[in-house]
């Protein structure tokens, strides 16, 4: 995916939908160490409750306000991010993830104008399947209710809004999603960003 080669509108657009992103949409993407996850299967072939790390269980809430301050880093030229509602990971029996944030990227554009591209996510999306061990996340979520929200504005004139399905964020059978737990914390990290978690 040529991120670069997009008009600084279309990257900021690409780079909310991605960083946010639990996973990438292509299994041949390395992984956020650099090389593809050694050994890495889908957990769609682990029975339930095999291979599950219990330092995971329960709630979780993503730092929000992190993520968007990383996304602006992505988009980099001066722009800046805040975030805003919260992104919940339930880890039990079933994995859950419900998305009810808003991640707003504002860059300054040439004569004077900005831009601000705002994403809204809502839904939830489950996985029966999910697996945590060596430091790796797998799993799939066939149900997934998430959508991705994108609204620019230049200068307070606002763009045609797209709303599309969050589809590719959830599948985690690319086995490319590393994660460290510790206590009340945990990281999960993808080819572009890193989550920060706290235990509810």
């Known amino acids: 995916m040529r991120v670069k080669a ?24 390395p992984s956020s160490s650099g090389s593809p996850a050694a050994g890495a299967t889908s957990a769609a072939a682990a029975p339930a409750g095999a291979g599950r790390d219990r330092c995971l269980t329960g709630t979780w809430k993503v730092d929000v306000a992190d993520l968007a301050q990383q996304t602006a880093a992505k988009v980099g030229h001066g722009a800046t991010g805040a975030g805003t509602g919260t992104i919940t990971l339930v880890f039990g029996p079933t994995m859950t993830i419900k998305y009810a944030d808003v991640i707003a990227i504002t860059s300054p554009l040439s004569a004077g104008l900005t831009m ?5 996510f809502t839904g ?13 996340l797998g799993g799939t979520m066939p149900a997934n209710t998430v959508t991705s929200k994108i609204v620019t504005t230049i200068n307070g004139r606002e763009s045609p809004t797209t709303t599309t399905p969050f589809s590719g964020a959830l599948d985690m059978s690319a086995g490319q ?17 890193t989550w920060h978690l706290t235990k509810a």
Request: hydrophobic letters at 40%; a negative charge.
């Open 116 to 120: 601000t591209s705002t994403n809204t």
């Open 6 to 29: 997009l008009p600084l509108a279309g990257l900021a657009a690409a780079a909310l939908t991605l960083v946010t992103a639990c996973t990438p949409d292509d299994p041949a993407t």
């Open 177 to 193: 999603l590393g994660y460290t737990c510790s206590g009340n914390a945990a990281t999960f990290s993808t080819p572009m960003v």
């Open 124 to 136: 939830e999306a489950t996985s029966t399947d999910w697996v945590a061990k060596d430091g790796r």
